[in-house]
């Protein structure tokens, strides 16, 4: 009952939030400067049928009316508004897009906690060897190191150089197979295991790239966790009293050393998407995160408001479930208010 | 001699020969102890007192290898436990199945994220491997009905968060007394918890010590349960051991000016109301005195004690059981407090 | 008289603790590399009209006779395809990036700053309430995303972008400042001086701003990385410094499409962004270092 409230409260709670979030994103493109309908459609179009469009958008009424009737169409229709840029329903836009990127976000997002975990242990298990030297040199160029800059690096590397993955682009999917929109996905939904083994190969070194600061950010935290808590009392305690080397490692010190490492974490999925936009224009990816840039660039007023909703949501869901595992890993938020 | 001949035959549970510790830091060098030997014989129960600060933690933490190093820098002619060193990784080893060790602040001696079964299950495992689950249950029962744990059922199920002070740190002596150690190190075990509870943990330790015939070495401020629980007590400042000998006898009659002050200090119900301090502080560790640490706070202070640290010499007719520290110890001048 | 004051100089307590500080920075050769950098890269960027070899090339020029001259002792980074000196055209973008770097800080610092201290300082009440919400809308999106928005929306260059990267940065100043500030209410030396009367702007500027201005000025320093990578992926897009004047990012990408046979037109500004952020952070990290011994 207690969870239920809670959670019901964080809903409502953060509905809010993204309410004034697209409110004030309404409020901030309605003062750019100039005709978003006519710079969309040319000088050569009539007056008439901009004045048209222009109402049938909405834009010929108040700020909070034209918002009024945003909101509603989301609630009673799923809609959006209509992008200038694509003149295609956003909605339509967002769910043929998001998929796609989000499977790509996802790889990342293993990836980067697999990896941070893995290599922060060993750095931390192997402190001040070869080994953590090693990899402390590698997480410092791999926080400092803008995403595009390995994409690049990688791209000369393994495409111009190796030969072994694509210099950008995806598979061509074959149109009956789309269903979802997320290319792999898609591939092992239709059973083609070739197509989808192809899609993994073209989006090797996007996932990569996009990964690698993530990785090494990871690795960081996760290795000064378990650094900070081999220090701790209960670890002297629980090795004096005679647990194992093995298992004082993997959980007794891996298990408190995850509550900063999860929590990072979080925030480090939860910025994936918005970092994958320069990974999506190298690689040719023709994701959300691509479409999204071109929406802000082309000032398309309906789509940055859809955007940045959907940025919004993924962000407050990302959010949420990084809450629940970091209270599943540290009883002593779950249990604070019985004890 | 006859310290040498007991080495020998490995009749000590715990020797510690000569071991210094210290720490440099931006101002210098933190001598936090020059050179300090003790040591604690089978089934002995040896006590270790000093005001907050001396460096008892300290060499208790060495002794069973979780002083981190570094920043300590530490160094030793040797530390023994039943005659085995505990130098390096076999030396790892014999502190993980010899030594047991209770700390200060059961608070944060569990683990906050593991229940305590777990926590209980993962020592008894590699303690006595190859046993059957519901026989490490049962052995868990029995370690925390030792500790007369009120619903240890319950306790098994519980994270350290749920349980109160008192209880966590019967945890922690029945975990301590899970496995079958010769040595048990009680490092200020009531330092964190009520006046109430504290009586009734270490009654409890003297108890279940004495039933298992092992060693103890225990450092408390509570100096009334020393004296209760212990047959040899050492006297630590700054660093240094400056009195040892048997408990009876060095707290009925103290002869270093130190042991004389700390003893005096501690209030008496009993007694003729609050009792006498000794006036100053701990010597800085940065740049102790040259002679003897205690020096500028002593009462009977000499030019000597300024320019060299006096040696532990006996004081007893039986040779060596008796030790102090001091060049004017004994010299009549134990009224000094009066 | 002189003697006297260079001898109270060396026993003023200020002096005492810099040098303190200063001997745990120094520990750490990697802080010291760090700052040695920041400094050179700091008066790189001041100087970048003297030291450029070419300096007229940071705007538009064509030698199409020298164009693609892959890096050697005349041009130390190349030359790209209008035949201008990369190495100097890097200078100028390296000033621009730092450039906006100080102005997002300039701008987001003392804003964030402030509403924390007050929200903090008035923790419960509606002030509390209205610029922790305020905050956390602008925390509900990537920054980066929230950057561009404002930047494209309110126009594009150099002092748009800067304005969008600070309307994205401000709030985690907020916070940061909120969580000193509350917990520093608790703290017996501000509730005795709350308890003596002393009035309320006294007491946030007085007692509290200097307990966390350490904080704040490490963040600041990782920041500039962060900010400095928010502004090249930014200008990587064609948002900020507008062609043909040189940024970091737009280097970048515009050497995207001579890949890879003229690799330097994209490597050699990318690793300058590397170079700089590489900097701060190390900074930034021996800063850390001695607040995180001075609290032991």
Redesign the interface.
């Known amino acids: 009952m207690k969870i239920l409230k809670k959670t019901l409260r964080r809903v409502l709670h953060t509905l809010l939030?993204?309410l004034?979030?697209s409110f004030?994103?309404f409020s901030?493109?309605r003062?750019?400067?100039g005709d978003p309908v006519r710079s969309s459609m040319g000088p050569m179009v009539p007056e008439e049928t901009i004045q048209k469009i222009r109402s049938e958008l909405n834009f010929d009424k108040p700020l909070p009316v034209q918002y009024f009737y945003w909101i509603k169409g989301i609630v009673t229709a799923g809609d959006f508004g209509m992008s200038l840029f694509t003149h295609r329903s956003v909605g339509e836009d967002i769910a043929r897009y998001l998929p796609r990127s989000l499977e790509l976000c996802l790889y990342s997002a293993l990836l980067i906690l697999m990896m941070g975990v893995l290599l922060g242990t060993i750095s931390a298990v192997f402190k001040n060897s070869w080994i953590d030297n090693v990899i402390r040199v590698f997480t410092?160029?791999g926080?400092?190191?803008?995403?595009?800059?390995f994409a690049?690096?990688f791209?000369?590397l393994f495409s111009?150089?190796l030969r072994l993955f694509p210099i950008g682009g995806v598979p061509v999917m074959p149109a009956e197979y789309v269903r979802t929109g997320a290319l792999g996905l898609d591939a092992l939904l239709a059973g083609d295991f070739a197509l989808y083994g192809k899609v993994m190969h073209s989006m090797f070194l996007p996932v990569l790239s996009l990964s690698i600061g993530g990785i090494a950010y990871q690795t960081r935290i996760h290795r000064s966790a378990m650094v900070e808590n081999i220090?701790?009392?209960?670890?002297?305690?629980?090795?004096?009293?005679?647990?194992?080397n093995g298992?004082l490692i993997f959980?007794?010190l891996m298990?408190?050393s995850f509550?900063p490492t999860f929590t990072v974490y979080g925030l480090q999925v939860?910025?994936l998407?918005?970092?994958a936009?320069?990974i999506e224009?190298?690689f040719r990816y023709q994701g959300f995160s691509q479409y999204?840039?071109s929406v802000?660039?082309n000032?398309d007023p309906y789509g940055?408001v859809g955007?940045?909703l959907i940025?919004?949501i993924i962000?407050?869901v990302v959010n949420v479930l990084i809450d629940m595992g970091v209270s599943v890993?540290?009883?002593?938020i779950g249990?604070?208010g019985?004890? | 001699m006859e310290m040498e001949e007991k080495r020998m035959q490995n009749e000590f549970a715990l020797d510690v020969r000569n071991l210094s510790v210290n720490y440099k830091i931006y101002e210098g060098i933190l001598d936090v102890i020059p050179g300090l030997s003790l040591h604690v014989g089978k089934a002995e129960r040896v006590g270790l007192i000093g005001e907050t600060g001396c460096g008892k933690t300290t060499v208790l933490k060495a002794v069973a290898r979780v002083l981190q190093s570094p920043p300590a820098r530490i160094k030793t002619d040797g530390i023994y436990v039943t005659g085995t060193s505990i130098d390096g990784r076999a030396g790892m080893k014999q502190v993980r199945k010899n030594v047991s060790m209770i700390f200060q602040d059961p608070s944060t001696s569990l683990n906050p994220t593991l229940k305590i079964d777990t926590q209980m299950m993962d020592i008894l495992k590699s303690q006595f491997p190859k046993h059957s689950k519901s026989e490490y249950r049962q052995m868990m029962l029995d370690s925390l009905a030792a500790v007369s744990m009120p619903a240890p059922e319950r306790v098994l199920g519980s994270y350290p968060i749920q349980l109160s002070g008192g209880m966590r740190q019967r945890v922690c002596i029945a975990i301590s007394l899970m496995k079958d150690t010769e040595l048990m190190i009680a490092d200020e075990p009531t330092t964190a918890l009520d006046v109430t509870i504290e009586e009734q943990i270490l009654e409890l330790l003297d108890k279940l010590v004495r039933e298992k015939k092992k060693s103890l070495i225990l450092v408390s401020h509570a100096l009334g349960a020393v004296r209760k629980i212990t047959d040899r007590v050492y006297v630590m400042y700054a660093g240094n051991i400056v009195e040892a000998g048997p408990t009876r006898e060095v707290f009925q009659n103290p002869k270093h000016p130190y042991t004389i002050g700390l003893l005096a200090a501690t209030p008496r119900l009993t007694g003729e109301g609050i009792a006498d301090g000794i006036a100053g502080d701990l010597p800085s560790y940065l740049d102790p005195p040259e002679g003897c640490r205690f020096a500028l706070r002593c009462p009977q202070c000499s030019d000597q004690c300024l320019q060299t640290p006096p040696k532990l010499e006996s004081v007893s007719a039986d040779e060596g059981s008796w030790q102090v520290a001091c060049y004017n110890a004994g010299k009549g001048v134990t009224t000094c407090q009066a | 008289m002189e003697m006297q004051q260079t001898l109270s100089a060396t026993t003023n307590p200020r002096v005492e603790a810099f040098k303190k500080d200063w001997y745990k920075f120094s520990r750490n050769p990697m802080s010291l590399l760090g700052l040695a950098v920041v400094i050179l890269v700091i008066f790189c960027a001041i100087f970048a009209d003297v030291i450029a070899p070419f300096p007229e090339d940071a705007g538009l020029a064509v030698y199409m006779e020298r164009a693609f001259e892959g890096p050697s002792g005349q041009h130390l980074a190349g030359t790209d395809q209008f035949g201008r000196d990369v190495f100097s055209r890097m200078l100028i973008g390296l000033r621009y990036s730092l450039g906006i770097g100080l102005l997002v800080l300039a701008l987001s610092v003392p804003f964030g700053v402030i509403l924390g201290l007050l929200a903090g300082y008035f923790k419960g009440t509606w002030l509390d309430i209205l610029i922790m919400r305020f905050t956390e809308i602008f925390m509900s999106i990537p920054p980066l995303i929230l950057a561009m928005v404002v930047c494209t929306i309110f126009g594009n260059g150099y002092l748009f972008a800067s304005i969008g990267i600070a309307v994205a940065w401000w709030p985690w100043y907020t916070r940061l400042t909120y969580n000193m500030v509350t917990s520093l209410s608790n703290e017996l030396f501000i509730v005795y001086t709350e308890l003596s009367g002393v009035k309320v702007m006294r007491i946030i500027l007085r007692e509290m701003l200097p307990n966390i201005t350490s904080s704040v000025i490490t963040k600041m320093s990782l920041d500039m990385g962060s900010i400095i990578i928010t502004a090249s992926s930014m200008s990587f897009v064609g948002l900020g410094v507008q062609p043909p004047t040189p940024s970091l990012g737009s280097m970048v990408s515009e050497g995207v499409a001579y890949l890879p046979e003229f690799w330097w037109l994209t490597i050699m500004p990318a690793l300058m962004v590397v170079l700089i952020v590489m900097s701060f952070n190390l900074l930034g990290d021996g800063l850390t270092d001695v607040l995180a011994m001075e609290e032991k």
Not at chain 1, 236 to 243: D, I, K, L, P
Not at chain 1, 329 to 332: H, K
């Open positions: 939030v993204l004034a979030l004030l994103i901030f493109i003062i750019i400067p410092y160029f926080v400092v190191t803008p995403p595009y800059a690049i690096f791209m000369l111009y150089s220090n701790a009392d209960y670890i002297a305690f629980a090795r004096v009293a005679g647990v194992g298992k959980k007794h298990k408190p509550i939860a910025s998407l918005g970092n936009f320069i224009v190298l999204s840039l802000i660039m000032k940055i955007v940045t940025f919004g962000f407050a890993l540290d009883p002593r249990l604070r019985e004890a």
